[in-house]
């Protein structure tokens, strides 16, 4: 059966995302539309890039810090500086690392553009904070002065994996126009579950099914969190970003199409985690998934 999967955001959590498919394509289910927010645009990229599975663990189970981070001196010896030159720099991490990566990736599929996929099958979300506001890629390049057949794929999933602080900015630069570039980061500061890019408010008849996968326990009844001092009121005020806009278009309807998977114990920046702690995040992914198709109808 054909559907279309909608990924959160999340870092390393998204290994979760690995044993959902797996357990998808034994039932035999297929995507014909993917979106997703950061390590979830990752995910969904790679779908379209017709990736499986097995290969996803493998490229999951394999992956170092060093894939998709430029080591540098100064953050090795001296981490404490290297965050105090954040002010400067506006992050510890450039994302050319990681655009190589994700880049290498797709050519192994011979993938460049958004011209080598179907039309409409891919959403990509970032976040332009120069404007203060939501990118989707393909559907914003005009805007940009940029086309479907000219624009990378990997660049695309690169803003949208730019957690602020951690990496630099990516300036992007109007294609015709000489102005300042547009400073774009992850996409999850604006949309971490772009749910609304395939379901509305409405409880309409979709062409197919509509997966979403969210690495947390619910949507709907979120933590209270202790606000004590300056930096639990910036983690609070960032997760509220994060969350508020998408929780606006997912009503008690649209949450029963979505895949919960408890995975918050793990932190998104942990790019070193032991095998086997890799291993228990693809097993949470398949165990939920698992339990999900048990009661979903569709």
């Not at 998204?14 to 044993?19: D, I, N, P, R």
């Not at 949309?191 to 947390?216: C, V």
């Amino acid at each position: 059966m054909k559907i279309d999967g909608v990924f959160a955001g999340g870092g390393v959590k998204a290994l979760s995302f690995v044993g959902a498919l797996e357990v998808l394509e034994r039932h035999g289910f297929r995507f014909e539309r993917t979106a997703g927010t950061s390590a979830g645009a990752v995910v969904a990229t790679l779908i379209q890039a017709n990736y499986t599975s097995r290969e996803l663990k493998e490229i999951g189970m394999s992956l170092e810090s060093s894939d998709i981070m430029n080591e540098t001196w100064l953050n090795t010896y001296l981490p404490w500086v290297a965050w105090f030159s954040v002010y400067w720099r506006l992050g510890l991490y450039k994302g050319d690392v990681f655009e190589r990566w994700i880049k290498g990736l797709l050519q192994r599929k011979n993938i460049y553009s958004f011209a080598d996929i179907k039309k409409g099958s891919l959403k990509i979300v970032a976040s332009d904070i120069t404007e203060g506001s939501i990118i989707v890629f393909p559907d914003d390049l005009p805007k940009y002065g940029y086309t479907e057949e000219t624009f990378p794929i990997a660049k695309a999933v690169t803003m949208s994996c730019m957690i602020p602080y951690f990496f630099q900015p990516v300036k992007f630069c109007h294609f015709q126009k000489k102005k300042e570039p547009h400073l774009v980061v992850d996409g999850g500061l604006l949309s971490n579950f772009p749910m609304w890019l395939f379901k509305g408010h409405q409880k309409k008849k979709e062409k197919r099914p509509i997966l979403g996968f969210q690495l947390t326990p619910s949507i709907f009844e979120q933590e209270k969190k202790k606000i004590k001092n300056a930096l639990d009121l910036y983690q609070s005020l960032f997760h509220t970003m994060r969350n508020a806009y998408d929780l606006r278009y997912i009503s008690k309807y649209h949450a029963k199409d979505i895949v919960f998977l408890p995975v918050d114990q793990v932190k998104t920046t942990s790019f070193d985690l032991s095998q086997k702690d890799r291993e228990l995040l693809i097993q949470i992914g398949k165990t939920y998934t698992e339990d999900f198709l048990k009661k979903w109808t569709y």
